[in-house]
């Protein structure tokens, strides 16, 4: 078995108790009518940064990015790095970017967040299999939510970002990712935490998929998350410009930036940032804007600062 592998399994039992342990007091908790984020106007506090851009430097066992070459970091400096390189004081980090779940670990990592007069806003977790055919697969994406959910109640995030992924063969079923993700929101709701669905893979993933589940499951606390440029990925602009019209009508607290993308057989497409920039204030969408470059294509330092000072320029 390798590390990962065991890894997994412990956070797999580590999450079991934790989710017991909280949902004894789930019920107690009133649902909230919608999600009530108090939004900063001023451009730079709407300024966010992902981890997954660093991945190559982050120490986690469950971080298949990491390049052991290169000098490592654990999750609890990433806060303070990026407030003191790129004056951003917001981030966005993946679960699997966490060395832990153990509450100690969790408490450790809000109190880094905190001594860098940072903030987590949005907690990007790994894709499950919401709309598989199997019962069981199903219930097991919604309690891995419900876990991550509560995760980010202790590391004090007020989103969490869920991959939807799809087993080979099985096609997209807005049917049985409603009756999954419904149940997911309806535990959002109950701890104040929002579900964003990201426009990522093209099929499991796909923007107007995506957006028929999010209307048909009708919860305030179940958003899109657009990507500025994945939907380019085997497409054109024009396609582009209407897979994220879509998801922004749905968007509340979250938007991925970026300004270049790659596909698998080295195909490079350029962002159309004066557009995307132009839909998200015809959408009068107020949340926050994630950096999240493609590392594939430059340094991530010198990328990420890059398109902090492009959308400055938008949002000033």
């Known amino acids: 078995m390798d590390r990962f592998s065991s890894s997994r399994r412990d ?14 007091s789930a019920d107690a908790v009133p649902k909230e009518q919608a999600p009530e984020i108090h939004f900063p106007s001023s451009p730079r506090e709407r300024l966010a940064v ?23 970091m654990d999750l609890t400096a990433f806060a303070g790095m990026i407030s003191e390189r790129f004056g951003v004081t917001n981030i ?41 055919t199997d019962a069981d697969t199903r219930e097991a994406a919604i309690q891995f939510s419900r876990t991550w959910i509560d995760i980010a109640t202790i590391v004090d995030s007020p989103s969490v970002r869920q991959h939807v992924r799809g087993k080979h063969g099985e096609k997209p079923d807005v049917e049985l990712a409603v009756q999954s993700l419904g149940r997911v929101a309806e535990y959002g709701g109950k701890r104040n935490v929002v579900i964003n669905l990201e426009n990522d893979d093209p099929v499991s993933e796909g923007p107007f998929f995506l957006v028929s589940v999010i209307e048909k499951v009708d ?9 500025f440029g994945n939907s380019l990925i085997g497409h054109d602009g024009e396609y582009n410009q209407r897979a994220v019209a879509a998801m922004l009508k749905h968007a509340y607290n979250m938007c991925h930036v970026k300004d270049a993308v790659e596909s698998d057989d080295g195909h490079r497409q350029t ?12 959408n ?7 950096m999240e470059c493609e590392t594939d294509l430059s340094d991530p330092y010198i990328a990420t600062k890059k398109l902090i000072d492009e959308t400055l320029q938008y949002l000033t």
């Open 50 to 72: 992902t981890s997954y851009p660093f991945r190559a430097y982050i120490e986690s066992p469950t971080n298949r990015g990491r390049k052991p070459g290169l000098p490592g």
């Open 284 to 290: 009068s969408y107020r949340g926050y804007f994630s």
């Open 92 to 132: 966005n980090p993946l679960g699997d970017h966490f060395r832990s779940t153990d509450i100690s670990y969790l408490h450790a990592l809000r109190k880094s967040v905190a001594d860098a007069h940072s903030h987590i806003v949005d907690l990007g977790l790994s894709g499950r299999f919401f709309y598989s």
């Open 219 to 227: 919860n305030p606390y179940l958003r899109a998350l657009p990507d």
């Open 11 to 24: 956070f797999l039992q580590r999450a079991a108790a934790l989710a017991v342990a909280r949902s004894l």
């Open 271 to 282: 962002v159309d940032l004066d557009k995307m920039f132009e839909l998200a204030k015809a």
